[in-house]
Nanobody, 123 residues
Protein backbone atom coordinates (compact mmCIF):
# COMPACT_ATOMS: atom_id res chain seq x y z
CA UNK A 1 0.00 0.00 0.00
CA UNK A 2 1.02 3.56 -0.69
CA UNK A 3 -0.59 6.42 1.19
CA UNK A 4 -0.68 9.80 -0.56
CA UNK A 5 -1.46 13.13 1.07
CA UNK A 6 -1.76 16.30 -1.01
CA UNK A 7 -1.26 19.82 0.30
CA UNK A 8 -0.73 23.33 -0.97
CA UNK A 9 -4.10 24.07 -2.49
CA UNK A 10 -5.94 27.30 -1.88
CA UNK A 11 -7.44 30.43 -3.40
CA UNK A 12 -5.34 32.46 -5.82
CA UNK A 13 -6.02 35.21 -8.33
CA UNK A 14 -5.73 34.58 -12.03
CA UNK A 15 -2.12 34.93 -13.13
CA UNK A 16 -0.83 33.80 -9.77
CA UNK A 17 1.06 30.69 -8.71
CA UNK A 18 0.68 27.77 -6.35
CA UNK A 19 2.83 24.77 -5.56
CA UNK A 20 1.12 21.52 -4.68
CA UNK A 21 2.89 18.79 -2.74
CA UNK A 22 2.08 15.13 -2.39
CA UNK A 23 3.76 13.19 0.38
CA UNK A 24 3.93 9.43 0.03
CA UNK A 25 4.34 6.80 2.72
CA UNK A 26 4.26 3.05 2.73
CA UNK A 27 6.11 1.23 -0.02
CA UNK A 28 9.27 2.56 -1.63
CA UNK A 29 8.40 5.86 -3.26
CA UNK A 30 11.09 5.61 -5.91
CA UNK A 31 9.49 2.44 -7.29
CA UNK A 32 6.52 4.44 -8.51
CA UNK A 33 5.85 6.89 -11.27
CA UNK A 34 3.68 9.74 -10.02
CA UNK A 35 0.92 11.73 -11.59
CA UNK A 36 -1.37 14.66 -10.96
CA UNK A 37 -4.99 14.72 -12.03
CA UNK A 38 -7.79 17.20 -11.48
CA UNK A 39 -11.55 17.23 -11.40
CA UNK A 40 -13.63 20.34 -11.83
CA UNK A 41 -17.29 20.51 -10.72
CA UNK A 42 -19.51 18.67 -13.15
CA UNK A 43 -16.58 17.36 -15.18
CA UNK A 44 -14.69 14.12 -15.39
CA UNK A 45 -11.30 13.71 -13.82
CA UNK A 46 -8.53 14.64 -16.24
CA UNK A 47 -4.82 14.05 -16.48
CA UNK A 48 -2.56 16.99 -15.67
CA UNK A 49 1.04 15.77 -15.46
CA UNK A 50 3.19 12.76 -14.64
CA UNK A 51 6.80 11.97 -13.85
CA UNK A 52 8.75 8.73 -14.10
CA UNK A 53 10.24 7.05 -11.04
CA UNK A 54 13.66 8.57 -11.73
CA UNK A 55 12.34 11.97 -12.71
CA UNK A 56 13.96 11.74 -16.12
CA UNK A 57 10.68 11.69 -18.04
CA UNK A 58 7.78 14.08 -17.63
CA UNK A 59 4.39 14.27 -19.32
CA UNK A 60 1.88 17.11 -19.50
CA UNK A 61 -1.61 17.76 -20.70
CA UNK A 62 -1.68 20.29 -23.51
CA UNK A 63 -3.78 22.62 -21.36
CA UNK A 64 -1.00 23.05 -18.78
CA UNK A 65 2.13 22.67 -20.88
CA UNK A 66 4.45 25.63 -20.35
CA UNK A 67 2.63 26.72 -17.19
CA UNK A 68 2.88 23.73 -14.83
CA UNK A 69 6.00 21.80 -13.81
CA UNK A 70 6.05 18.42 -12.11
CA UNK A 71 9.05 17.34 -10.07
CA UNK A 72 9.91 14.85 -7.36
CA UNK A 73 12.28 14.38 -4.46
CA UNK A 74 12.75 10.67 -3.87
CA UNK A 75 14.70 11.27 -0.67
CA UNK A 76 11.69 13.10 0.77
CA UNK A 77 9.10 10.85 -0.81
CA UNK A 78 7.35 13.86 -2.28
CA UNK A 79 6.11 14.93 -5.69
CA UNK A 80 5.38 18.56 -6.53
CA UNK A 81 3.30 20.45 -9.04
CA UNK A 82 4.38 24.03 -9.59
CA UNK A 83 1.51 25.91 -11.18
CA UNK A 84 2.17 29.31 -12.75
CA UNK A 85 0.01 31.69 -14.77
CA UNK A 86 -3.09 30.16 -13.27
CA UNK A 87 -6.41 30.58 -15.03
CA UNK A 88 -9.98 30.34 -13.80
CA UNK A 89 -10.34 27.08 -15.75
CA UNK A 90 -7.61 25.52 -13.59
CA UNK A 91 -10.07 25.55 -10.68
CA UNK A 92 -10.52 21.95 -9.55
CA UNK A 93 -9.69 19.38 -6.93
CA UNK A 94 -6.18 18.15 -7.63
CA UNK A 95 -5.24 14.55 -6.91
CA UNK A 96 -1.89 12.85 -6.93
CA UNK A 97 -1.54 9.21 -7.85
CA UNK A 98 1.14 6.51 -7.91
CA UNK A 99 1.73 3.95 -10.65
CA UNK A 100 4.01 0.94 -10.86
CA UNK A 101 3.72 1.06 -14.63
CA UNK A 102 2.49 4.00 -16.67
CA UNK A 103 0.27 3.26 -19.65
CA UNK A 104 -1.37 5.24 -22.44
CA UNK A 105 1.10 8.14 -22.42
CA UNK A 106 1.08 8.28 -18.60
CA UNK A 107 -2.68 8.71 -18.38
CA UNK A 108 -3.44 5.25 -17.04
CA UNK A 109 -1.92 2.64 -14.77
CA UNK A 110 -2.35 4.36 -11.42
CA UNK A 111 -2.72 2.10 -8.40
CA UNK A 112 -3.02 4.54 -5.50
CA UNK A 113 -4.74 7.89 -5.11
CA UNK A 114 -4.72 10.71 -2.61
CA UNK A 115 -7.77 12.49 -1.22
CA UNK A 116 -7.21 15.67 -3.18
CA UNK A 117 -6.62 19.35 -2.51
CA UNK A 118 -8.82 22.19 -3.71
CA UNK A 119 -7.41 24.84 -6.02
CA UNK A 120 -9.59 27.85 -6.74
CA UNK A 121 -8.52 30.53 -9.19
CA UNK A 122 -10.50 33.77 -9.10
CA UNK A 123 -10.79 35.81 -12.27
Amino acid sequence: QVQLVESGGGLVQAGGSLRLSCAASGRTFSNYAMGWFRQAPGKEREFVAAISWSGSNTYYADSVKGRFTISRDNAKGTVYLQMNSLKAEDTAIYYCAAARLLRDDARRGYDYWGQGTQVTVSS
